[in-house]
């Protein structure tokens, strides 16, 4: 896809439900940058479609008659690879499907939209057209991604919490380890949670995904780790061998409490474009563990997480930053190193051992010079 000759997103929308049909294309045509090139009742349609016109992107319900929607991606990724976006209900089956989808190719999940307040319409509108933009960026991996453009004033972290300052707590030596990632961030977050040993300091992580799919994501880690994975509950205490996922549509927060570290999960208004924020997070982690924290930024779409991991290095912790050649998206890393915030740049699979490395020798790569880019 060349976003220069083409300056519109064009997007297939595929469900069984009219309704839904015509919501999505009403969501997604509110966005300048995207057009909705046509809507498809199932599968065979969709063919049909897409011999007439190939789209950008593709937005694909799972469960559909005559075809469901897995069948249709293996095809679509073996005969024409597309970038998908599942789009889902919230059901327990149906994320568990929605999940599937992620290890057979689709890019990201949306849910589909409901109706609700003004408000919730407009965060809607913003998580769909979003994640669309997303997806086609990904099509196009290596390549850094714009920020989205003619948006309304977006919100800081800010909103929800004063900036660090030079006193953060230093008096314990319980290390704490901030994640932030989205697009492509699914399986590069198991890449990494996979290689880490048991004893790994306690986790905390910001994935951007859907209320519900949270759960079930942190349920399938949980199962192909060696630390335990869950979806973080308020009050939850970090502990070594154990990482915390923030609940999808839930700022996810580190507080400390004496020697003990614990989570703050909160409603909140959107930082970044996002609820949870990788911003939030970040700057609760350097607030409250400062030079014990390392903090890590992964593929995605924009730049959520760059000021929090520039914040985390001023408070004196390590910080990486994954290498273009391994993101989906150069989108948030890119960010972060514009800024400063990477104390080195990293491909994704060196993080996990860095991560064990900074662990052993406390503060080893704070304040280095970040690495050139591979």
């Not at 989205?148 to 953060?168: H, T, Y």
């Not at 989570?263 to 982690?285: C, I, T, Y």
């Amino acid at each position: 896809m060349n976003l220069e000759r083409n300056p519109r997103i064009r997007v297939l929308v595929v469900d069984d439900s009219a309704s839904v049909r015509q919501a999505l294309t009403s969501v997604l045509s509110t966005d300048p940058e995207i057009e909705v090139i046509g809507a498809a009742a199932d599968p065979f349609v969709a063919v049909q479609r897409i011999a007439e016109q190939v789209p950008d992107v593709i937005t694909l319900d799972v469960e559909m008659p005559r075809m469901d929607g897995l069948t249709f991606l293996d095809r679509i990724m073996a005969q024409h690879p597309i970038p998908v976006v599942i789009c889902s209900t919230l059901a327990d089956a149906g994320s568990q499907t929605a999940l599937a989808a992620l290890d057979k190719g689709a890019v990201d999940i949306i849910t589909k939209p409901k109706l609700g307040t003004r408000q919730f319409f407009h965060e809607s509108c913003i998580r769909i057209c979003d994640t669309v933009k997303s997806a086609a960026l990904a099509g196009r991996r290596g390549h850094v991604a714009p920020k989205p453009a003619r948006v309304p004033p977006k919100l800081n972290a800010d909103a929800l919490m004063p900036k660090p300052n030079s006193g953060a707590m230093v008096q314990t030596t319980e290390k704490i380890v901030a994640i932030g990632a989205s697009t492509g961030g699914t399986e590069a977050l198991r890449v990494v949670l996979e290689a880490l040993p048991a004893d790994s300091p306690g986790i905390v992580i910001v994935q951007h995904m859907p209320e519900v799919f949270t759960a079930r994501f942190a349920e399938r880690l949980n199962g192909l780790c060696r630390v335990g994975v869950k979806e973080a509950a308020d009050g939850d205490t970090v502990l070594r061998g154990q990482a915390l996922i923030a609940p999808g549509n839930k700022h996810l927060m580190l507080r400390r409490s004496g020697a003990r570290y614990f989570v703050e999960v909160r409603d909140g208004p959107f930082v970044n474009r996002h609820r949870p924020s990788v911003d939030v997070l970040f700057r609760s982690v350097a607030r409250y563990a400062g030079q014990n924290a390392l903090g890590v930024i992964l593929t995605g779409m924009g730049d959520d997480g760059a000021k929090g991991l520039r914040e985390m290095r001023d408070a004196g912790a390590a910080t990486f930053a994954q290498d273009e050649a391994s993101c989906v998206v150069f989108g948030m890393p890119a960010e972060a190193i514009k800024l400063g915030g990477a104390c080195r740049v990293l491909p994704l699979s060196h993080m996990a051992a860095q991560i064990a490395a900074c662990d052993v020798a406390p503060g080893a790569v704070a304040g280095r010079t970040l690495f050139p880019l591979a």
